[in-house]
């Protein structure tokens, strides 16, 4: 095989870039079709409410009207599960109730105004506190909590509980879920320095820039759909279940995705709509959601509201560690956060031991769900300034506090003390100090020039990022090129780019050689990995190396046949199979040509077993075009594979109007084998923007006394901008390969933007001098408060502020 | 290589839904007659209609050197005309309220957020879309290019915008500074956060 690689590791023009940039690039909305109508949804006006009634005589008689789809004409999901429309009860405000279609989308936004529906309002929360107190409302009327395997029940906490707490501290309840590894009670006995703080991560929209529209008609049985999508093959089943259809019956176009961050992973019940509109009235339907409309359906990160209780040796160790986490689930168990922040905390800082207790409220605020490192990030953009504190009490330095607890290969995760494939955040801690000029750097901390306050601060992040198990597909036509088959979706990553080099890297193929097929599952698409959890790169990097590998092998094995010998005696040239001895070669196409007069497993006509349904599908499309390798992913990891990363973050911070300005930025990131560097550096720079509106900006709002939500668009709810930005966002890699993958390859999305967060929290605190907000977003009038010596405007556990 | 969806923007597999649709783009483009069959609102939950009489519906726009006659609605917005009318689908709507900047279009060399410009006004301005941005031979614009060799867009969404807005910017300040660049470029969001890989963009279009 090609020991030097001539892509991998190497930047190229990303083939879809070039549609970008001249505005070719199409997605859902720009699509047409001839008798195409409109269709819009009726939304919850209201954050809680039973529907008595719902009148449409009136609706149904307006011009241009088609048809209406309710609860009643689409599949239902057990409650607490996000289905596609409230069907007897509304527990957020712009939730889907109905929707109407007609000729043209002015007609169906009229008709939806002459809809009437009898309401009978409940009581509504949206601080998961409130709602855990005696007596407190409940989200649902069955219930509070739910999440993932915590089935939906109500839970209320004891006034003692409460009572005890105060205004100031975090009630610690009931928890619904809980474990411990070590003794913790021991770990907090020897410590030399304890921290105890309570702490507030706020809710904040996925914001996509392009909303959820979704187009949609039907053909030959089959139903067509044009969605905005992270993933692609990967939502295939789910997307199938939403409109409760057969796998094999959906045709999903998505060749494009404006925007996802999470909140467009395995496709979402929105889809369902266009879908089984079209079906209902038998026309094509476009269901065009509006960005006031995206706020409610498209998704957003969890908040928590938390305790934490750290104890430390004198050289800084971690002893012991004590997490609670309240989760504000929103009205539906779609958002596993919760988890997430508890597995964080036992593997970033690797504590001797440690307790977790959480309990995820539901609210009667939008939906939330994965939002780019769901759970590790939120949880580390606290935390990490309070690193700082017991450095500075234990009189060490903040990057050796960080490196004597950070991971190596040897480290563990979660409360099972699970095994890593690699961990190299100390050496990327290490890298970064020197990266960072960290000595000189760290003298600024805190110096006052006019009005303004420098701080210092070093940030840390981690995301799982790697997974195993997909299908490869490949295919050599006889013209010679190389097809390769990616089921992985287009979120903007690039990744499914990066990855299809791969194959011609490893078969010796030119890139010029290459046909991408993609964006729709007509091409044949395998079934690969979700475009999400930083799990792309590396894992769909391992699904080309083994496909490549039965391609190597059935190439040497027909030119054997075709040229005589054994297949052994045969190695790959370029796009030619060659006898070692010398002489003997053919062509990748001359192959490619006998692998179809030999059919069986040479052209797709077989295929093993074990391959995954949608893979199967996908090599029926392409059976019999060519030589034809598919191939399921059997090579060995265990462990989780993590993406890890840290930076250093110098702000300035105005004293009179608490503008935090942003000044520099540096990354180091422990991410294996560079796959793409110009697409690792776009992603690490990405990130530490995200991190940037996590840590001082971007945010829900809602009135608590009324539910109504108040940061419904990119303004209100502070989306960064070009201002907000360090003029140079620099970056290195530690590039220690992870010994369990063939290429050695480790994601980094998520983890990017958790450094990137916390490296601001921590030097927003630095700025101030160490002060603790302990609540993201820090905000410019929270900052002036502080200064001016005046309280916060809100409690220290209050949620969704302003 | 090449990458089936860029290079074809219909997918191979042709349908007669899709060949309609492209043949529906093609002839509003080839002929500049308005086609007034498409439907969306202007304003979100608006149900208004237009008032009859009024306003002469049918109109004559610039658009990217181009004049084409087009029934244009009174309460109807620039972004909706272009995309839906015209078929310049490059052109993109998210917020629909001029926060972001995906709509971003040239009014005689000057931006403007097209989803909150009313058609009825820009009767007699040059109107120039993304369609409309290309270099000196019908290829791409300097700005077009550096943004490939600098991986500039992410998700894609905001990028036609993106574009508009840096040519503009550079029409009218050929070598700016790093932080002009970024002031030129601040009324276009990007949630990526592909921000510093524009700003790279920019400032090597601007050494070109």
């Keep these: 095989m090609a020991i030097e690689h001539k892509l991998i590791g190497k930047d190229f023009i990303v083939p879809d870039i070039e549609a970008k940039v001249t505005g070719r690039a199409k997605y859902v909305e720009d699509f047409r079709a001839d008798n195409m109508v409109f269709c819009k949804s009726l939304t919850s006006p209201?954050?809680?409410?039973?529907?008595?009634?719902?009148?449409?005589?009136?609706?149904?008689?307006?011009?241009?009207?088609?048809?209406?789809?309710?609860?009643?004409?689409?599949?239902?999901?057990?409650?607490?599960?996000?289905?596609?429309?409230?069907?007897?009860?509304?527990?957020?405000?712009?939730?889907?109730?109905?929707?109407?279609?007609?000729?043209?989308?002015?007609?169906?936004?009229?008709?939806?105004?002459?809809?009437?529906?009898?309401?009978?309002?409940?009581?509504?929360?949206?601080?998961?506190?409130?709602?855990?107190?005696?007596?407190?409302?409940?989200?649902?009327?069955?219930?509070?909590?739910?999440?993932?395997?915590?089935?939906?029940?109500?839970?209320?906490?004891?006034?003692?509980?409460?009572?005890?707490?105060?205004?100031?501290?975090?009630?610690?309840?009931?928890?619904?879920?809980?474990w411990t590894y070590g003794d913790p009670d021991a770990g907090f006995k020897k410590a030399k320095v304890i921290i105890e703080e309570n702490f507030v991560s706020g809710t904040y929209s996925h914001n996509c820039?392009?909303?959820?529209?979704?187009?949609?008609?039907?053909?030959?049985?089959?139903?067509?759909?044009?969605?905005?999508?992270?993933?692609?093959?990967?939502?295939?089943?789910?997307?199938?279940?939403?409109?409760?259809?057969?796998?094999?019956?959906?045709?999903?176009?998505?060749?494009?995705?404006?925007?996802?961050?999470?909140?467009?992973?395995?496709?979402?019940?929105?889809?369902?709509?266009?879908?089984?509109?079209?079906?209902?009235?038998?026309?094509?339907?476009?269901?065009?959601?509006?960005?006031?409309?995206?706020?409610?359906?498209?998704?957003?990160?969890?908040?928590?509201?938390?305790?934490?209780?750290?104890?430390?040796?004198?050289?800084?160790?971690?002893?012991?560690?004590?997490?609670?986490?309240?989760?504000?689930?929103?009205?539906m168990a779609t958002a596993g956060d919760f988890r997430a922040a508890g597995a964080a905390m036992s593997m970033v800082y690797q504590p001797e031991s440690m307790r977790f207790r959480t309990v995820p409220v539901l609210t009667n605020t939008v939906p939330v769900g994965a939002q780019r490192g769901p759970g590790e990030n939120q949880f580390v953009a606290v935390i990490e300034p309070m690193l700082d504190k017991a450095a500075r009490q234990l009189n060490i330095d903040r990057f050796d506090i960080r490196i004597i607890n950070a991971p190596d290969s040897n480290g563990k995760i979660g409360h099972d003390r699970a095994p890593l494939t690699s961990a190299f955040l100390k050496d990327a801690l290490a890298k970064l100090k020197t990266f960072s000029n960290w000595d000189e750097r760290k003298k600024r901390s805190g110096q006052k020039n006019g009005t303004k306050l420098t701080g210092i601060g070093i940030g840390q992040g981690y995301h799982s990022a790697g997974s195993n198990g997909f299908d490869g597909l490949l295919r050599i036509t006889p013209d010679g090129k190389l097809h390769v088959h990616t089921g992985v979706g287009n979120l903007g990553t690039h990744s499914w780019a990066s990855t299809a080099r791969v194959a011609p890297d490893l078969l010796n193929v030119s890139w010029d050689n290459v046909v991408i097929e993609r964006g729709d599952t007509r091409r044949g698409l395998p079934f690969n990995s979700p475009?999400?959890?930083?799990?792309?790169?590396?894992?769909?990097?391992?699904?080309?190396?083994?496909?490549?590998?039965?391609?190597?092998?059935?190439?040497?094995?027909?030119?054997?046949?075709?040229?005589?010998?054994?297949?052994?005696?045969?190695?790959?040239?370029?796009?030619?199979?060659?006898?070692?001895?010398?002489?003997?070669?053919?062509?990748?196409?001359?192959?490619?040509?006998?692998?179809?007069?030999?059919g069986g497993k040479y052209s797709g006509k077989e295929m093993p077993d074990e391959l995954n349904p949608v893979t199967k599908s996908a090599v029926a499309v392409i059976a019999g075009s060519g030589l034809i390798a598919a191939v399921k992913d059997k090579l060995p990891r265990v462990g989780t594979t993590p993406g890890l990363t840290c930076n250093v973050a110098e702000v300035e911070i105005d004293s009179e109007t608490g503008v935090v300005e942003v000044k520099e930025c540096m990354s180091v990131v422990d991410v294996g084998t560079v796959l793409f560097p110009l697409g690792l550096g776009h992603q690490i720079a990405s990130g530490q923007i995200m991190g940037i509106g996590m840590a001082h900006l971007e945010r829900h709002i809602y009135d608590p006394k009324l539910g109504i939500p108040a940061a419904v668009g990119f303004h209100q709810g502070k989306v960064p901008t070009y201002l907000d930005i360090p003029p140079n966002i620099t970056w290195q890699a530690v590039e220690k390969p992870d010994p369990q993958h063939p290429l050695g390859i480790k994601g980094v999305g998520e983890p990017a933007l958790g450094s990137g967060a916390s490296a601001i929290t921590s030097a927003i605190a630095d700025a101030l001098g160490g002060h603790l907000f302990n609540r993201t977003p820090v905000t410019a009038d929270m900052i002036l408060n502080h200064l001016s010596g005046r309280p916060p405007a809100h409690k220290p556990l209050q949620v969704n502020t302003v | 290589m090449s990458d089936a969806d860029s290079n074809k923007t219909e997918p191979e597999q042709q349908s007669s839904l899709r060949a309609t649709r492209r043949s529906f783009i093609k002839g509003a483009i080839a002929s500049g007659v308005a086609v007034s069959a498409v439907g969306y609102v202007v304003y979100e939950r608006s149900g208004r209609r237009a008032a009859a009489g009024a306003v002469e519906r049918l109109i004559t726009l610039n658009v990217n050197g181009r004049d084409r006659r087009v029934d244009v609605a009174p309460h109807e917005t620039l972004a909706h005309t272009i995309r839906y009318k015209l078929g310049l689908t490059g052109t993109k709507v998210s917020c629909n309220r001029s926060e972001c900047g995906a709509c971003t279009v040239m009014l005689d060399g000057i931006t403007t957020y097209s989803c909150s410009t009313l058609t009825q006004s820009v009767r007699n301005r040059k109107v120039t879309t993304i369609e409309g941005i290309a270099g000196p031979n019908g290829g791409l614009h300097k700005v077009q290019q550096a943004m490939i060799d600098e991986l500039g867009p992410q998700c894609g969404f905001c990028t036609s915008g993106q574009v508009v807005a840096a040519v503009a910017l550079l029409n009218h300040n050929p070598k700016p500074t790093l932080e002009e660049a970024r002031r030129g470029m601040s009324g276009n969001l990007c949630k990526c956060g592909a921000y510093d890989h524009y700003l790279k963009a920019v400032m090597r279009a601007a050494e070109a």
């Design chain 1, 531 to 598: 475009q999400a959890g930083s799990l792309t790169a590396s894992t769909e990097s391992r699904t080309m190396y083994a496909a490549a590998m039965d391609m190597k092998d059935k190439l040497t094995d027909i030119a054997a046949q075709m040229l005589g010998g054994k297949a052994e005696e045969y190695e790959l040239g370029e796009e030619k199979v060659i006898h070692k001895g010398g002489g003997k070669s053919v062509t990748y196409g001359q192959v490619a040509q006998k692998a179809m007069e030999l």
């Design chain 1, 46 to 178: 209201i954050p809680h409410a039973k529907i008595r009634s719902i009148d449409t005589s009136a609706a149904l008689k307006m011009p241009g009207v088609l048809g209406i789809l309710t609860a009643d004409d689409v599949p239902q999901f057990p409650p607490p599960a996000q289905g596609i429309f409230a069907k007897d009860e509304t527990f957020y405000i712009g939730e889907p109730i109905l929707a109407i279609a007609a000729d043209t989308e002015e007609n169906a936004v009229a008709a939806i105004e002459a809809v009437k529906i009898d309401f009978q309002e409940l009581p509504h929360v949206v601080d998961p506190l409130e709602s855990l107190f005696p007596g407190g409302p409940n989200a649902r009327s069955g219930g509070n909590v739910a999440a993932g395997q915590i089935k939906l029940q109500t839970v209320k906490w004891e006034g003692a509980d409460f009572a005890t707490a105060g205004d100031t501290k975090m009630p610690l309840g009931r928890p619904a879920e809980e």
């Design chain 1, 209 to 331: 820039m392009e909303t959820r529209s979704a187009f949609s008609y039907w053909q030959g049985g089959k139903c067509f759909l044009y969605g905005s999508n992270q993933s692609q093959t990967a939502a295939i089943a789910n997307i199938s279940r939403y409109i409760g259809i057969k796998p094999n019956q959906l045709v999903f176009i998505a060749e494009y995705c404006g925007g996802g961050f999470g909140s467009k992973i395995p496709g979402y019940p929105n889809m369902a709509i266009a879908a089984l509109m079209s079906k209902k009235i038998n026309r094509p339907v476009m269901h065009t959601i509006s960005r006031y409309e995206e706020y409610g359906i498209g998704s957003a990160r969890p908040g928590f509201q938390g305790y934490i209780k750290m104890g430390f040796a004198p050289n800084g160790k971690m002893l012991a560690a004590d997490l609670y986490v309240v989760q504000e689930s929103g009205p």
